[in-house]
C-alpha cells in the first residue's frame, strides 16, 4: 500500500500557501515516503519503544539484538511475554522499555491495539486514543506509526525537536517556536501537515 495521498499535489499545495516552505521544497527536492504494504502494529510499535530516546544507532543496535532473541523472524506477542525480563535487559532494553514490550504484547492480546487493517479504517484521533493506552506510548510514538506506517497526509508532531529546529532554521527565528504557535502557523499546510513537517527534518539536515 502506498500513501494514502497524492504526494505531487501535496507539493504544488504547500509551495502556494507558504513561499518560505516552497522555497525550502525546491533546495531539498523530492518527497520520499512510502507506507509500507502490511503494517504489524506490534512490532512496529515495539520498534518504537525501543529507539525512545536513543540515538539511531544505539537502537538500531538494541533492536537488532532484540530481534537476534526470536531468531531474526516476527516477533509475536505470545513470545514476548514469557520472555524473561532479564534476557530482554541483556539485549539492552532498560527496565521501563521491558515493562512497556510487555504491556503492548498483553494489549496486542487482549485487543486494545487494533490490527493493521483495523487501523487502516480508523480516524487519526481515535488512533491516537486506542493506542496511548498503552504503557510507554505518548503522542508522538503514535504520530510517528500515523506518518510513516500508516502514510496519514496530515499529522503534525509538534512535539518533535527535529521538527521544530526545521521550523525555526526555515524561518529564521531566534529560538525554537512553542507548540501553538506552530500550530496556529501550520494551518496553511492542511490537510498536509506531514510533509510539511518531513521537510522540517530535512531543514535540519540541510541548514543546522
Request: net charge positive; glycine share 8%; hydrophobic share 40%.
Amino acid at each position: 500500500m502506498a500513501l494514502t495521498y497524492d504526494a505531487q499535489k501535496a507539493l504544488r499545495t504547500l509551495a502556494k500557501n507558504d513561499r518560505k516552505l516552497g522555497e525550502l521544497i525546491k533546495r531539498v527536492g523530492s518527497f520520499t515516503v512510502d507506507s509500507p504494504r502490511r503494517l504489524n502494529p506490534f512490532e512496529a510499535l515495539l520498534r518504537s519503544i525501543i529507539y525512545q530516546q536513543l540515538s539511531g544507532k544505539a537502537a538500531g543496535t538494541i533492536h537488532k539484538r532484540v530481534r537476534a532473541l526470536f531468531l531474526g523472524r516476527s516477533i509475536k506477542p505470545e513470545e514476548m511475554l514469557v520472555t524473561p525480563d532479564d534476557i530482554l535487559r541483556s539485549a539492552g532494553m532498560s527496565r521501563a522499555k521491558v515493562a512497556a514490550a510487555k504491556d503492548l504484547a498483553q494489549k496486542t492480546l487482549d485487543g486494545v491495539v487494533p490490527t493493521g487493517a483495523r487501523l487502516r479504517k480508523m480516524l487519526d484521533d481515535d488512533i491516537v486514543e486506542k493506542l496511548t493506552q498503552v504503557r510507554g506510548i505518548g503522542e508522538w510514538t503514535v504520530q510517528m506509526l500515523l506518518m510513516f506506517q500508516l502514510g496519514r497526509p496530515d499529522v503534525l508532531p509538534t512535539k518533535d525537536l527535529g521538527v521544530r529546529k526545521g521550523f525555526m532554521l526555515t524561518y529564521g527565528l531566534d529560538e525554537m517556536p512553542k507548540e501553538k504557535e506552530m500550530m496556529a502557523y501550520c494551518e496553511c499546510w492542511r490537510p498536509f501537515r506531514s510533509v510539511g513537517s518531513w521537510y522540517m527534518w530535512r531543514a535540519v539536515d540541510l541548514l543546522g
